[in-house]
């Protein structure tokens, strides 16, 4: 059943095709082009997505399994490379440029209103950033802007198949990211607000709720196997990075991941909630900003709101291109147009080297020491690094994977064949699976989603331990060793000096210790 405010519809242009696809195929071959070329390597939480899709469990997994599967797919069609890996986020990154250009037609934006979205998203530092990294985010930014395109069809009065493509994202979301709770919430409160009336006669809101709970069942049968380790992921986030961030800052942090497209997402809210000619969108502002709010609320990292921009700078545009219309007469118009469109590209021309890494550790900790604000340098913990966090985490590895070659490799052949690699945190451990030689046995660790996959049937006894100390581990080994130490300056602080160890005599069995190690990092 439709949600309309106004009985008369707005004329929708087209998409223009050329223009829009130009800006999507540049943004998207970008990305490629960088991956292909870059100094850095694999991130750090890229190696966990991949040893994920080694152990996919499609309703045994304590994460939403979609980033799983999608490692999956893109090393069996294009390879292990990080372009390879990256590609995925590159087209979801060109898919959020599409829509941004979609929301400005569908408020009944031309040409210009469609380019500056397109654009706006293309440039920004956040978009940017999450397009380039084989991490969830890009793929929820995506899921929810595909739920608020499918939300504006069902407010402009289209068939309640739209309602169906609405559950369709939101299932999809749950897949890949809990906080599409926050979009979920934000489009139940939009839709009572519009009618609530027309919602509790019709069926097409419940099918759509049912459909994304079918979909994104895995999810949630996963958190019940495993006795929802979310609780204790949120715990954990909470304690160790989410009480640095202040409200205050969750602010502020907008503006520096978004610069003047956050101006035009403002322009699109108030348009959407105020203008006549774009009342019918109102629905998406109200989701939107109860997403926001509720984000605001809970203190979250700046970044969860980066997916209602996509949508907002849509109408936002095509907001801008109004506003410039009224000013027609007095000949301004093309000057505020240009003005808007220039200062969009001049701070993501300036923000460039913070969201594609291609300049080098060395002339990029220059670049950031000029141009970054301190927070775009802090990390989750509240450590101001050279570097942005990302960047850091994309370093080192390589070298921590080849020493633990050398270590492995110098044991004598009876103990090579039985030795156990145990990294003491995801990514040492990760680093190990996806960048070792073939012969080099899978890492375990106690870590995370590594903690699920358990032991395995190793004694440990020699077990080459990456990371920790000596303190902690004498309690697990009559005979602790340290054999190497690597060293990583330009990494985050905890892989800066990385201690490996021998372990020989274990006090207990690894699968009896096993048990007591939940909850590692």
């Known amino acids: 059943m439709p949600l309309d405010f106004l009985d008369e519809r707005v004329r929708r242009p087209p998409i223009a095709r050329g223009l829009v696809t130009t800006i999507v195929l540049v943004t998207v071959a970008a990305h490629l082009i960088v991956n292909a070329t870059s100094p850095y390597g694999f991130h750090r939480d890229e190696f966990l997505y991949v040893a994920m899709g080694e152990h996919l469990d499609l309703f045994r997994m304590d994460f939403p399994p979609a980033i799983a599967l999608l490692a999956n797919a893109a090393r069996a069609v294009l390879g292990d490379s990080v372009m390879a890996l990256r590609a995925l986020p590159a087209l979801a990154h060109g898919l959020l440029v599409l829509l941004a250009a979609w929301f400005a037609a569908e408020s009944a934006g031309g040409r210009f209103a469609q380019g500056l979205a397109a654009v706006s998203v293309a440039v920004s530092p956040l978009f940017l950033r999450t397009g380039t990294l084989f991490q969830p985010v890009v793929f929820d930014q995506l899921a929810w802007t595909l739920a608020l395109a499918a939300l504006a069809r069902t407010a402009n009065g289209r068939s309640g198949r739209w309602w169906l493509a609405l559950g369709a994202a939101l299932g999809i979301g749950l897949l890949v990211k809990f906080s599409i709770a926050f979009c979920a919430v934000g489009v139940a409160i939009a839709v009572l607000v519009a009618r609530r009336d027309a919602v509790m006669r019709s069926p097409w809101p419940w099918l759509a709720a049912v459909l994304a709970v079918i979909i994104g069942s895995p999810s949630l049968v996963g958190q019940v196997a495993l006795d929802w380790p979310v609780l204790g992921q949120l715990r954990d986030l909470r304690s160790v990075q989410l009480d640095h961030v202040s409200r205050g800052a969750f602010l502020t942090d907008q503006l520096r991941m978004m610069g003047p497209a956050l101006l035009i997402a403002i322009a699109g809210l108030w348009s959407a909630l105020r203008d006549s000619r774009t009342r019918t969108l109102r629905p998406v502002a109200i989701a939107t900003l109860v997403a926001f709010l509720l984000l605001l609320v809970a203190r979250g990292k700046a970044y969860y709101a980066g997916p209602i921009y996509p949508a907002l700078i849509g109408i936002g545009a095509t907001t801008v291109d109004r506003w410039a219309g009224d000013f027609a007469r007095t ?191």
Do not use: C, H, K
């Not at 054999?483 to 905890?494: K, S």
């Not at 201690?499 to 699968?511: E, S, T």
């Open 331 to 521: 000949g301004t118009a093309f000057a505020m147009r240009a003005t808007a469109l220039v200062l969009v590209l001049l701070f993501g021309a300036v923000a460039l080297p913070l969201g594609l890494p291609f300049l080098a550790p060395d002339a990029m900790a220059r670049y950031a020491a000029r141009v970054a604000p301190t927070a775009a340098r802090t990390t989750n913990t509240g450590t101001v690094l050279e570097l942005p966090q990302d960047y850091a985490d994309m370093l080192g590895w390589p070298e921590l994977v080849a020493t633990v070659d050398s270590v492995w490799r110098s044991l004598p052949a009876d103990e090579r064949a039985r030795a156990t690699i145990v990294g003491d945190n995801y990514g040492r451990a990760g680093a190990i699976d996806l960048l070792g030689a073939p012969d080099l046995p899978a890492a375990i660790s106690a870590a995370g989603s590594y903690w699920f996959w358990g032991p395995g049937p190793q004694r440990g006894d020699p077990t080459i331990v990456v990371g920790g100390d000596m303190t902690e581990l004498s309690q697990f080994f009559a005979d602790v060793r340290r054999v190497a130490i690597v060293r990583n300056p330009r990494g985050v602080p905890e892989e800066r000096i990385v201690p490996i160890f021998i372990g020989r005599a274990p006090r207990r069995a690894l699968a009896e210790v096993w048990p007591e190690l939940s909850g590692q990092n």
